[in-house]
């Protein structure tokens, strides 16, 4: 942090704060520390995640400095954090279509629609295994229809085109010619 604040490299100065800020937050909810620590480094790196203009880092922040308010007993800047940070979601459209939870808090698996709306993946699921035949399978924000194929998209290596990809139908593959394909990745065109 120090030679990244000392070369003037402010992505790489944040990016080294809300490491240690996760370590401190860690610590602190484990009650090995004190608030007061936790409390100070996030408010900096509030500062730099707000000069730098990182706005899902700063959304971030403000939930970390909500929690520690509100663990302080300090009702109005816990209120004040998680307004902001709530409103910063709600602009950068943060939120899953199917759960309408946020995204980027917990680690999770994320899907996009063809209609590119992304949801959590569980939530995509849910809305694939409709077993009804009368009830359509639709985007949760934009109402379009959706299919429910899984595709094998497979890099070529000996291929001099990148360009030049397959693309096979999981359902047209055996067992044994999965075994033997290489470098392929499946992706859901949900």
Known sequence: MTSAAATGDRLCQMEAMDGAARCLEFLRLQHKICNCK???????????????????????????????YGSLGDEEQRVHYERTASSLEEDLELRCGGCNEPFGLEPDSLEALPC????????????????????????????????????????????????????LSLASLKASSLATLEDCHATSSV
């Open 116 to 167: 590119s709306h992304i949801l959590h993946a569980r939530c995509a699921y849910d809305i694939l295994k409709k077993r009804d035949k009368k009830k359509k399978r639709t985007c949760p924000d934009c109402h379009k229809s959706v299919s429910s194929r899984l595709y094998l998209h497979c890099d070529d290596t000996h291929d001099i085109n990148p360009l030049n990809h397959s693309s």
């Open 38 to 68: 936790p409390l100070e480094f996030n408010t900096r790196l509030h500062e730099v995640a707000s000069s730098v203009g990182a706005k899902l880092l700063m959304r971030t922040v403000r939930w970390r400095l909500a929690r520690i």
